[in-house]
């Protein structure tokens, strides 16, 4: 890939936004389906036209309401096609579209709402609705309230969004020139795992630039039409940047997903050619298909042998190599096994799978790049617009590849990753003086992760600079890394490893909730509910077993030498997780005080005995 610089990825992009590039994508491929959604009879669809008249006509209708350039909307709104409707209708605006979780309690809603000014809002449902009815009193700006889904306990004054959905429509190809490339394309606000949430500014040119970036690692395959599923919450930055902006750009047929837990149900009736997952749902498909191979002896010889064959075709595709006669030949005996998996999950069909959001496992990672899928693993941050660093084709294990065309990465004194480039944000809304932490005189922005080159420019992530662990001997420890080493065991389903100022380093475990009841049963244990698995002998011997694998990759004084089964199962946006399935460490520290405490007394007992 010929390198180029930031400005010249800025001059390709000149004088688009993201209301030009939809403009272009509905005049080139108006008929072409654009959106998907399923029905109680089936599928339903949208083409590029009916999107953008839709688009056009809520335009229409927040124009009459007073939105006027550069004013809020927030969206509480799941990955259905309404969503895209409003988002790309209040940027034909001027307008700024900022998506909350729709998990969000009425108080976090109201951070959100008012922290960003917001003049109007767009909900799902009722559920949704009371949220931001319970604080509308202390949202004066909040003006207009409109519902996708119609509900008699709706009160008067809130609109219907598809009553709206037929006022007049603004001119598609006069509307797309009012934002310019200056203004806010979205607002991003983190997830919170160490403080309030931070307003990400991100403008037009930040997205054009970031996805012509990404049009270029895409190269030499051309993107243009591919299919995609979009279920990852529409607040999160990868989701935003994957099925909306790109899909807006290149013309997707996105297939909306209203929640993550359908995805297995989705991919095989709509086999994407596009499929980013955060670590999370890949390790559950890995461990899906090894506990039903587990079933059958015969099946698991045959996957463990097509694995060890693909493992080393995997090795020659990443280096652009062909195969030689023999390992090709013995890949063709194997590919029925291969396809058999890749059909069963329904990425069959993938031409690029990712993965991002957090690190995943050299194994699970190596698992599919096994099984033909060409998975790769990005690395970015809200901050830059998604990613970073990423490497399609070119797959390095262990590494999250090298800075995409035209971002300049490089690592500070203290091996932290910095980056400058124009996917980077514009600062945090209302808030200089982080906004000065996170990026310097220089403009390059400090990431707070701990990273590596190797001699080829890939890199690899140590840790969060403020997560690594320094143990009570002073050494420092990535709990990411061995946490990732741990959920790499099927039974394992989360894992937050503790040491700072400790000992030694200890791990609190929740078991998988699908993996470890079925593998219960098969060892004749009645009971499947996770809290009493916690305490079955059996089933604390696997973990251990498991825990002492996972060691095996570390040295002595980075191995877990204390661990306790919990009895919950951690679901994203809790105490424990956040909506894309990141540890809240300090939740998790401050709720299970007792257990971690009783894990450094017990070696103690154990050593004292």
Known sequence: MAQVTSEQIAAAVAGHTVATRFRDTVAARPDQVALRWKTEDGWATWTWAEYAERACRFAGALREL?????????LMVRNRPEFHVADVATLLLGATPVSIYNSSAPEQVCFLARHCGAVAGVVEDIGYLERILAVR????????????????RAPGDVLAFDELCRADPV??????????????????????????????????????????????????IDPTGWRMVSYLPMAHVAERMNSHYQGITFGYEITTCPEPSFLAQYLPETRPELFFAVPRIWEKMHAGVLAASGQDPKQSAALEAALAVGDQEQAYRARGEALPPALAAEHAAHQPTLTFVRELLGIDQVVSAVSGAAPVTREVLGFFRALGVELSEVYGLSESSGPLTWAPWRVRLGTVGPA???????????????????????????DPDKTAEALDADGWLHSGDIGQFDEDGYLRIVDRKKELIITAGGKNISPANLEAALKASPIIGQACVIGDGRPFVSALVVLDSEVAPAWATAQGISTTSLADLANESLVVAEVAREVAAANERFSNVEQIKQFTVLADEWLPDSEELTPTMKLKRRGIHAKYAAQIDGMYRRRAVDAAG
């Not at 007073?66 to 927030?74: D, S």
């Not at 970031?210 to 030499?220: A, M, N």
């Not at 932290?416 to 809304?429: C, D, P, T, W």
């Open 137 to 152: 009193g202390q949202l004066p700006l909040l003006e207009h309230l409109a519902i996708v889904d119609r509900d008699a």
């Open 404 to 430: 995409i065309p035209g971002c300049a990465v490089r690592l500070g004194e203290d091996g932290e990753v910095l980056a400058r480039g124009g996917n980077i944000f514009r600062g945090y809304l209302n």
């Open 171 to 220: 001119d598609l190809d006069e509307a797309a020139t009012t934002a310019t490339a200056e203004d806010l394309a979205t607002i991003i606000y983190t997830s919170g795992t160490t403080g309030p949430p931070k307003g990400v500014m991100l403008d037009h040119a930040n997205v054009v630039w970031t996805v012509e970036s990404l049009r270029r690692c895409f190269e030499p």
């Open 66 to 74: 007073g939105v006027v350039r550069g004013e809020r909307v927030v």
